[in-house]
């Protein structure tokens, strides 16, 4: 039997799980902004679904990149391009639309596939790491270590690692209650802004925020740390200049993707405070959301030379193949 005050606060509970739809603050509530930035993410959106879907295809094609490190490439830039359009058209609404309105629905299936791929994404830069330790610490043993059974074993880790992820962040957050207040102090359903709007405890989903991203933050960075570090001992020892130049520029592109994402998203969610993590952390997640797709498939172009000759020969073959169709 329930008491009164039990039935009462029972009621209270169930009225309170009854929101249905969240409203989408938004990166800024000042309108001069609203229609530059609509238009540098619209460019930063194109630009990045352009030079992944490029690059995925670029590797595709050709076979001289059907190695190791551009598997895991392919691999990276379809999480890219997957996961920046999971959130960035709601977001570009938001520049346009006095409400934008998102149903609950779909506020947790943005929430469960945004944290899916932002963690594999995390673990397939670990692999490359890894690979590129081998390539340069081991060479002798690469074809070995990283074959194609392994290859496929790392990724299939990396995505299932992001399916476990994805599912404790969601799962925690349908138990939630929310209550009348259903602005998300945000541009997409991310973590923080929504355990705000609680009218629950949040213990649970803390302590299971903490433990999921301590794990999936400190454990690759470890790993990408010492990674990098065995490669550096390695490179000092090399006694040609023209060699160690070889060795730190197929490292370079890797290292300069891993800072931006890893920088951010540190500075995002390993905040002791929520409240202050929110405000910031909203514009510091363009960078590793808006940012990186864009400039991890332009990083990896300019600055490598397989994919560069890949593509040389791919225009032309294309450029002979419709001239030779234009004779026929």
Not at 46 to 72: A, C, D, E, K, R
Not at 115 to 142: G, H, K, Q, W
Not at 172 to 201: G, K, V, W
Not at 223 to 230: E, M, V
């Amino acid at each position: 039997m329930l008491t009164k005050i039990q039935y009462m606060r029972r009621m209270s509970l169930e009225n309170a799980s009854s929101v249905t739809e969240f409203i989408l603050a938004g990166l800024t509530n000042q309108p001069e902004l609203q229609l530059p930035l609509f238009l540098l993410f619209i460019e930063t959106y194109v630009i990045s679904i352009m030079g992944n879907l490029g690059l995925i295809i670029l590797i595709w094609v050709n076979s001289q990149l059907h190695t190791p490190m551009y598997y895991f490439l392919f691999n990276l830039s379809f999480i890219d391009l997957c996961y920046s359009s999971v959130f960035t058209p709601k977001m570009l609404m938001n520049f346009v639309l006095a409400k934008n309105i998102i149903s609950y629905s779909a506020c947790m299936a943005q929430l469960y596939f945004f944290c899916f791929f932002v963690i594999s994404e995390i673990y397939v830069l670990t692999i490359m790491a890894y690979d590129r330790y081998v390539a340069i610490c081991n060479p002798l043993l690469y074809n070995v270590t990283m074959s194609n059974q392994v290859c496929s074993w790392l990724l299939g880790g990396a995505y299932v690692m992001g399916f476990a992820g994805a599912m404790a962040h969601t799962g925690c957050m349908l138990r939630l209650s929310f209550c009348d207040a259903n602005i998300i102090n945000h541009y997409m359903c991310d973590i923080l802004p929504l355990l705000q709007l609680s009218c629950t405890s949040t213990y649970v989903n803390e302590l299971v925020f903490f433990i999921v991203v301590g794990i999936n933050i400190i454990v690759p960075s470890v790993t990408i740390f010492t990674s990098y570090a065995l490669i550096l001992s390695s490179i000092l020892n090399i006694s040609s200049t023209e060699g160690r130049s070889k060795a730190f520029s197929t490292c370079s592109s890797h290292i300069i993707v891993v800072s931006l994402f890893f920088g951010s998203a540190s500075f995002t969610y390993l905040q002791p405070s929520f409240s202050v993590s929110v405000d910031k952390g909203k514009v510091a997640s363009v960078f590793y959301t808006n940012v990186g797709p864009m400039l991890n498939p332009i990083i990896y172009s300019l600055r490598n030379k397989d994919v560069q000759t890949a593509l040389r020969k791919t225009l032309k073959r294309g450029i002979f193949s419709r001239i030779g169709a234009g004779f026929s």
